[in-house]
Antibody
Framework: EEQLVESGGGLVQPGGSLRLSCAAS????????MHWVRQGPGKGLMWVSR????????IYADSVKGRFTISRDNAKNTLYLQLNSVRAEDTAVYYC?????????????????????WGQGTMVTVSS | DIQMTQSPSTLSASVGDRVTITCRAS??????LAWYQQKPGKAPKLLIS???SLETGVPSRFSGSGYGTEFTLTVSSLQPEDFATYYC?????FGQGTKLEIK
């Protein structure tokens, strides 16, 4: 069964750090671009960060740039999000999400603009 | 930056009703739009990609249409399990969400 399982959330003080993990199973993790998306309490979905399948390229939302770092270990089938200098407004459920692949041809996979698999989420609470 | 404007923010309807949710993009995004359903305490679920392509396993009462700047998600006959929040998405931008409530 294909799945994503996040872990690492918890209570952290303002200015502190936390590392989130997203363990993938049931599919070839190294084929897929991956994202982090968060959702504050009672709020909508907010995109956080993206990493390409080989880890060669990353992008971030302006609100987390310079504070958060996305990375992956394809040998361990795991995606990470390092949260530094956290603020109260970072309080949210953090989801990892897989980018849909439309098709692969000659060893190259073409991505679609959609997230076809999500983890169950991990809650991060920033509070003193 | 792409702006995604979703409406309405709340929609009250009854079982069996036909409902439509709209998502407007600025500027044009061709057909690169996805729709998600999210139930309380759960992760979002992809319903439709590329504006109108229904994901495997999603009931056929869900449909998507549109191109460029205006898109719609339609549920042809609401079922009890369809009451949830719906989001549109293009690349790194999500719409604000539409909460579909029981009237």
């Amino acid at each position: 069964e294909e799945q994503l399982v996040e872990s690492g959330g918890g209570l952290v003080q303002p200015g502190g750090s936390l590392r989130l993990s997203c363990a993938a199973s049931g599919f070839t993790f190294s084929d897929y671009w991956m994202h982090w998306v968060r959702q504050g309490p009672g709020k909508g979905l907010m995109w956080v960060s993206r990493i390409k399948s080989d880890g060669s390229s990353t992008i971030y939302a302006d609100s987390v740039k310079g504070r958060f770092t996305i990375s992956r270990d394809n040998a361990k089938n795991t995606l990470y999000l390092q949260l530094n200098s956290v603020r109260a407004e970072d309080t949210a459920v953090y989801y990892c999400a897989r980018v849909k692949i439309s098709h692969c041809f000659n060893g190259v996979c073409y991505v679609e603009d959609a997230f076809d698999m999500w983890g169950q989420g991990t809650m991060v609470t920033v509070s003193s | 930056d792409i702006q995604m404007t979703q409406s309405p923010s709340t929609l009250s309807a009854s079982v069996g009703d036909r409902v439509t949710i709209t998502c407007r993009a600025s500027p044009s995004i061709s057909s690169w739009l996805a729709w998600y359903q999210q139930k309380p305490g759960k992760a979002p679920k992809l319903l439709i990609s590329k504006a109108s392509s229904l994901e495997t396993g999603v009931p056929s009462r869900f449909s998507g249409s549109g191109y460029g700047t205006e898109f719609t998600l339609t549920v042809s006959s609401l079922q009890p399990e369809d009451f949830a929040t719906y989001y549109c998405q293009h690349q790194e931008t999500f719409g604000q969400g539409t909460k579909l409530e029981i009237k």
